[in-house]
């Protein structure tokens, strides 16, 4: 799902090796939540290498809850109900602690902790958790002041007070992630880190991209990325060739193929099962979009049905795969955050330019989990329902968008000029990625599948304002069957 990355840039606060310091153990909390009795950052234990514990929390539906958080600030937080499903932390333990355990219960949160605009669930963390002096924390960026919250708008249901609206919100519910989706990846995500480091003892696997920014779907394959470190950047073929000989042998694994794409993969499934599993080496841009995107994905409510809504159209649609010439569903994602930011009352702000410190580049990937936790709650004044987002959506990209002359730059939360550089010169679709500032859209190289885009765009649009039903360019049910099924 992301684009190619160089080896991690910037200076390593383990440059003097590959490790963390002997008998402390760093983790990332994926949600930014600690266990009960953790007082520090670091905690001594004996251990080399840091596996990957995860561990689930429930995960109730985020819809129709009428229940309306209190503040003390005089504002209305986003619902509890709807932060993330999941809890990933990547810690140092010791090799048998492989398996998922079973979930720790976590106590409600303080009266007076407020819930981050990311959406990431500050219960029992929110304390003041020291860092090593070395490895200092983000400091928080002013932020402009947060306007206050229409009432009734704590849940997604308050978006959906029409017949369009109420069927995203079903098709959203029927076909998000499950978190028993996310433990099935995790649990092969935890079998392959250990049989790899037999390999390479100092490699580190994480899940990336939509199974963990929050935006995948029950039938969303795995991105994976392998992490070696080291004063010799590897080469990505070679690494790649060799998992796949150790594959062959491991009794959970089948149909490997090595795909020598400008990111190398390596395509595996789980055996026995329909979940795939895309491996690619050192490509630490995707941990470093995965937590901006999941940053975006809970800042409101409407993000995530409005993106799985729309990448199902686009698959419907046959415009919503980069390996025959459409759009990826990266670049998908990047253009519903661009829409989003540029409305006359914008529902997202820019992330990167409002706490750049919380999202520097050069971060060390260690600390990307870390970044987040620093962002104060963001709401909209905007509160359109789902369905005129779609729509505005649709028309934006069919009449308003200037193809030829924009680039779309979420980095910047606006079009930008494109410019007569190689990256952009000649180029159908221009879309920035929020780090490299390549063009995560050069897979549309083909006047005839651009223009087929378009049309979808405009036609789509069309047929949408007039029916207001979105049956009508979209199988609803035969979606949320097929997805039914994977349960």
Request: proline share 10%.
């Given at each position: 799902m992301?684009?190619?990355?160089?080896?991690?840039?910037?200076?390593?606060a383990?440059?003097?090796?590959?490790?963390?310091?002997?008998?402390?153990?760093?983790?990332?909390?994926?949600?930014?939540q600690?266990?009960?009795?953790?007082?520090s950052?670091?905690?001594?234990?004996?251990?080399?290498?840091?596996?990957?514990?995860?561990?689930?929390?429930?995960?109730?539906?985020?819809?129709?809850h009428?229940?309306?958080?209190?503040?003390?600030n005089?504002?209305?937080r986003?619902?509890?109900?709807?932060?993330?499903?999941?809890?990933k932390?990547?810690?140092?333990d010791?090799?048998?602690?492989?398996?998922?355990?079973?979930?720790?219960?976590q106590p409600?949160?303080p009266?007076?902790?407020?819930?981050?605009?990311?959406g990431?669930?500050r219960?029992?963390?929110?304390?003041?958790?020291?860092?090593?002096?070395?490895?200092p924390?983000?400091?928080?960026?002013?932020h402009?002041?947060?306007?206050?919250?229409?009432?009734?708008s704590?849940?997604?249901?308050?978006?959906?007070?029409?017949?369009l609206?109420?069927?995203?919100v079903?098709?959203?519910?029927?076909?998000?992630?499950?978190?028993?989706?996310?433990?099935?990846?995790?649990?092969?995500?935890t079998q392959?880190?250990?049989?790899?480091?037999r390999?390479?003892?100092?490699?580190?696997?994480?899940l990336?991209?939509?199974?963990?920014?929050?935006?995948g779907?029950r039938?969303s394959?795995?991105?994976?990325?392998?992490?070696?470190?080291?004063?010799?950047?590897?080469?990505?073929?070679?690494?790649?060739?060799?998992?796949?000989?150790l594959?062959?042998?491991?009794?959970?694994?089948?149909?490997?193929?090595?795909?020598?794409?400008?990111?190398?993969?390596?395509?595996?499934?789980e055996?026995?099962?329909?979940?795939?599993?895309?491996?690619?080496?050192?490509?630490?841009?995707?941990?470093?979009?995965?937590?901006?995107?999941r940053s975006?994905?809970?800042?409101?409510l409407?993000?995530?049905?409005?993106?799985?809504?729309?990448?199902?159209?686009?698959?419907?649609?046959?415009i919503?795969?980069?390996?025959?010439?459409?759009?990826?569903?990266y670049?998908l994602?990047l253009?519903?955050?661009?829409?989003?930011?540029?409305?006359?009352?914008p529902?997202l702000?820019?992330?990167?330019?409002?706490?750049?410190?919380?999202?520097?580049?050069?971060?060390?990937?260690?600390?990307?989990?870390?970044?987040?936790?620093?962002?104060p709650?963001?709401?909209s004044k905007n509160?359109?329902s789902?369905g005129?987002l779609?729509?505005?959506?649709?028309?934006?990209?069919?009449?308003?968008?200037?193809?030829?002359?924009?680039?779309?730059?979420?980095r910047?939360?606006?079009?930008l000029?494109?410019?007569?550089?190689?990256e952009?010169?000649n180029?159908?679709i221009?879309?920035?990625e929020?780090?490299?500032?390549?063009?995560?859209?050069r897979?549309?190289?083909?006047?005839i599948k651009?223009?087929?885009?378009?049309?979808?765009?405009?036609?789509?649009?069309?047929?949408?304002?007039?029916?207001?039903?979105?049956?009508?360019?979209?199988?609803?049910?035969?979606?949320?069957?097929k997805?039914?099924?994977?349960?």
């Amino acid at each position: 799902m992301y684009p190619r990355s160089a080896a991690p840039r910037g200076r390593s606060a383990y440059s003097n090796g590959l490790y963390p310091p002997p008998h402390m153990y760093q983790y990332y909390d994926y949600n930014h939540q600690s266990l009960p009795g953790d007082k520090s950052f670091y905690v001594p234990e004996e251990a080399r290498l840091p596996t990957y514990e995860w561990k689930p929390t429930p995960s109730p539906s985020p819809v129709h809850h009428p229940r309306t958080p209190t503040m003390t600030n005089g504002r209305k937080r986003q619902n509890d109900e709807y932060r993330p499903p999941v809890v990933k932390r990547q810690r140092l333990d010791s090799p048998s602690h492989s398996s998922i355990g079973p979930p720790l219960i976590q106590p409600p949160p303080p009266p007076h902790v407020v819930q981050a605009a990311a959406g990431f669930s500050r219960s029992n963390l929110d304390r003041s958790y020291p860092s090593p002096p070395s490895r200092p924390s983000p400091r928080p960026h002013p932020h402009p002041q947060v306007p206050i919250v229409p009432e009734g708008s704590n849940t997604v249901q308050a978006y959906a007070n029409d017949k369009l609206s109420d069927q995203m919100v079903e098709l959203f519910e029927a076909c998000q992630q499950q978190s028993s989706d996310l433990a099935r990846k995790e649990k092969c995500r935890t079998q392959l880190q250990n049989d790899i480091q037999r390999v390479y003892a100092v490699a580190r696997l994480y899940l990336t991209g939509s199974s963990m920014n929050g935006l995948g779907c029950r039938s969303s394959d795995a991105d994976l990325c392998l992490v070696i470190k080291g004063n010799k950047r590897p080469d990505p073929i070679h690494v790649l060739s060799a998992l796949q000989r150790l594959f062959r042998s491991l009794s959970y694994v089948e149909r490997t193929q090595l795909i020598r794409a400008k990111v190398p993969i390596l395509r595996f499934r789980e055996k026995g099962s329909d979940l795939e599993f895309d491996l690619n080496i050192n490509n630490t841009v995707g941990i470093r979009n995965t937590f901006l995107l999941r940053s975006y994905a809970y800042a409101d409510l409407r993000i995530r049905p409005m993106i799985l809504v729309i990448k199902k159209w686009a698959r419907h649609n046959q415009i919503n795969d980069a390996s025959k010439g459409t759009l990826s569903s990266y670049t998908l994602v990047l253009m519903v955050l661009h829409y989003l930011q540029t409305l006359k009352e914008p529902v997202l702000p820019s992330l990167q330019k409002d706490y750049p410190e919380c999202f520097n580049p050069f971060m060390d990937i260690d600390m990307v989990p870390e970044g987040p936790k620093h962002i104060p709650p963001y709401i909209s004044k905007n509160q359109s329902s789902l369905g005129e987002l779609l729509l505005g959506f649709l028309k934006y990209y069919a009449t308003d968008f200037s193809w030829d002359k924009q680039m779309i730059s979420v980095r910047e939360a606006k079009a930008l000029p494109k410019n007569n550089s190689h990256e952009w010169r000649n180029k159908y679709i221009c879309v920035e990625e929020p780090f490299e500032r390549n063009n995560v859209a050069r897979a549309v190289h083909e006047k005839i599948k651009f223009d087929a885009i378009k049309a979808q765009f405009a036609e789509s649009w069309r047929i949408l304002r007039q029916r207001k039903d979105l049956n009508s360019i979209l199988p609803v049910r035969a979606i949320i069957n097929k997805e039914s099924s994977r349960r």
